[in-house]
């Protein structure tokens, strides 16, 4: 290899960190439970969630925040970039470049990428939703980057050469239903902002500002059978990414048990919060737990030798 190349290959190497640097600016600037979760994966798994993450903000900030009249070309202008990245493997735009490379390396296409610019760009659209197009909406908007980050955490150690590990029909049903869980907590939680700023109402058949606590329970018991079964799928992760999703459902579930206790009409003029002490008690008991199942896990296999050199004894 000669000086010149080696020099383009460190170049290559900053230009990628700082990508990866970017994105993990972006997810701990809009979420903080969200990042209290990744801060417990390993540096692989992290970034790339990280990454993850920062696309999906990126295309809520063109349809929430921005809402000009070329949103639409804004967002197709994105979505193109991410075409071209997952080809090339390179952006000038850092947040694109960051997740192009982890999508490359985990096996994250158009099965997840193509639905979820589509549910973005519902929401240019689409003020109130019927049942199918409320189900394709949470399909696209969270289900299938539930499924990104499946694979995400399943080839978090995939070195170059090895085949992508391709996440078991079961266990991409729980991903997706907890992508589903998290977006109808946060459709509960942003009612107001939804309703009021944006003229949105997510709910089938409920106009934006008339949601009522019959509504509320309904949707409560939709939130709670997806979790049953995104936590009848945590098993089948990594250990670490196990504690991590832990985590983090234990901190939306806090915020649906808040939820649940305000009535509708103040879920649409107040938003919900958790405190962030109160966060940080929730994740340090999932590690806790977690610490404990682990030390249980490794002394199981001591007893058993204990056991039976006494009964040889």
């Known amino acids: 290899m000669t000086a010149m190349q080696d020099e383009t290959r460190r170049a290559a190497r900053l230009y990628d960190a700082t ?55 804004q967002l197709d202008e994105l979505e193109a970039q991410v075409a071209r990245a997952l080809v090339t493997g390179y952006s000038t735009n850092v947040v694109v470049h960051a997740f192009a490379r982890a999508a490359r390396r985990t096996g994250i296409g158009p099965a997840e990428i193509d639905p979820f610019f589509a549910s973005m760009r519902a929401d240019l659209t689409v003020q109130e939703h019927d049942r199918a197009s409320y189900e394709r909406y949470v399909y696209g908007s969270a289900e299938v980057v539930g499924v990104m980050c499946l694979r995400v955490f399943l080839n978090a150690g995939r070195r170059p050469g090895d085949a992508v590990v391709e996440p078991p029909a079961s266990t991409v049903a729980g991903a997706r239903a907890l992508g589903a869980a998290f977006q109808k907590i946060n459709f509960l939680r942003d009612l107001g902002a939804d309703g009021g700023e ?82 940080a008690a929730v994740v340090g008991g999932v590690v806790v737990r977690t610490l404990g199942r682990q030390a249980v896990a490794a002394a199981r296999p001591v007893v058993g030798r204990v056991t039976s050199r006494r009964r040889q004894a």
């Not at 295309?59 to 009249?69: F, K, N």
């Open 198 to 279: 944006l003229g949105r109402s997510y709910f089938p058949g409920v106009e934006a500002g008339t949601l009522d606590d019959a509504d509320v329970r309904t949707v409560l018991a939709e939130v709670e059978q997806d979790l049953a079964l995104a936590r009848a799928a945590l098993p089948d992760l990594p250990p670490r990414a196990r504690c991590a999703v832990e985590a983090t459902l234990a901190l939306y579930a806090r915020l649906l048990a808040d939820l649940a206790r305000t009535p509708a009409e103040r879920l649409a003029t107040q938003r919900v919060r958790v405190p962030g002490p109160v966060k």
């Open 19 to 73: 990508a990866v640097r970017a994105s993990g600016v972006v997810l701990r600037a809009y979420s903080t439970s969200f990042g209290l979760g990744t801060r417990l994966l390993g540096g692989p798994a992290r970034h790339d969630i990280e990454s993850v993450y920062a696309l999906v903000r990126l295309a809520d900030e063109v349809v929430d925040t921005y809402r000009g009249p070329d949103a639409g070309e």
